[in-house]
């Protein structure tokens, strides 16, 4: 089946613009995640969502990050007034219903460069 | 803040030859999970070890767990070139588990 699917998957802005980046996950897949990582580090935990529910938003780096979704479909994640810092791979991962043991199924990611 | 950290950063064998790294946490975890990535995008699930277990196979890999050193590691044994890849441990700490948090990684390089 389809796996966890991001788009676009280069995306190169300007400085103070705002983008939009969107995670379809896996048909049935309550759970969706949003990682930031810069280049050769490692993962940066920015938002989690249950259904449509994001019980823990401590990731997000400043008011100039959201995100949405639209019941247990797709997840927007929308930067504002973009940053030459926000430059990184944003990645979406999701799984079944919400469980310590289950592992992420992860797709291949957004690059975004802010120039 | 990243909750594992891996450890050697870097790590360059020849095929054939076992590769081990280690992962360190800080805080109770319900269980600890490895993950490889190549070219610095999605990263693929490679295995999953509970907090109650101590080893687990599969394949070609070996997890050891030590929840008193709040440590881990992962051998790939008979390395192939294939194996080329950053490996990464993530925890669920058992105070937010809905959170999987990444430590740094490790590069393996494997040369034929």
């Known amino acids: 089946g389809a796996g966890v699917s991001q788009s676009p998957s280069n995306k190169v802005t300007e400085k103070g613009k705002d983008v939009e980046l969107r995670c379809d996950p896996i048909?049935?897949?309550?759970?969706l995640y949003w990682y930031r990582q810069r280049l050769g580090q490692g993962l940066e935990f920015l938002i989690y969502?249950?259904?449509?529910?994001?019980?823990?938003k401590s990731g997000l780096p400043s008011d100039r990050f959201s995100a949405e979704r639209t019941g247990e479909s797709v997840s927007t994640l929308t930067i504002q007034r973009t940053q030459q810092e926000d430059s990184a791979v944003y990645l979406c991962?999701?799984?079944?219903?919400?469980?310590?043991?289950?592992?992420?199924?992860f797709g291949n990611g957004t690059r975004l460069t802010v120039t | 803040s990243q909750q594992g950290e891996e450890d050697p950063q870097a790590l360059s064998i020849q095929e054939g030859e076992n590769a081990t790294m280690n992962c360190s946490y800080k805080?109770?975890?319900?269980?600890l999970q490895w993950y490889r990535q190549n070219s610095g995008r999605g990263l693929v699930h490679l295995i999953l070890?509970?907090?109650?277990?101590r080893e687990k196979h599969s394949g070609r890999l070996r997890v050891t767990l030590d929840t008193s050193k709040k440590s881990s590691s992962l051998l790939i044994t008979a390395s192939r070139a294939a194996d080329t890849a950053s490996y990464f441990c993530?925890?669920?700490?058992?105070?937010?588990?809905?959170?999987?948090?990444f430590g740094a990684g490790t590069q393996v390089v494997v040369t034929p």
């Open positions: 991962a999701s799984s079944p219903p919400l469980g310590a043991g289950i592992p992420l199924h």
């Open positions: 048909s049935g897949h309550t759970a």
């Open positions: 969502f249950q259904g449509n529910s994001a019980p823990d």
């Open positions: 805080t109770s975890i319900n269980n």
């Open positions: 070890i509970r907090s109650n277990e």
């Open positions: 993530a925890t669920v700490r058992t105070d937010s588990w809905g959170k999987l948090q």
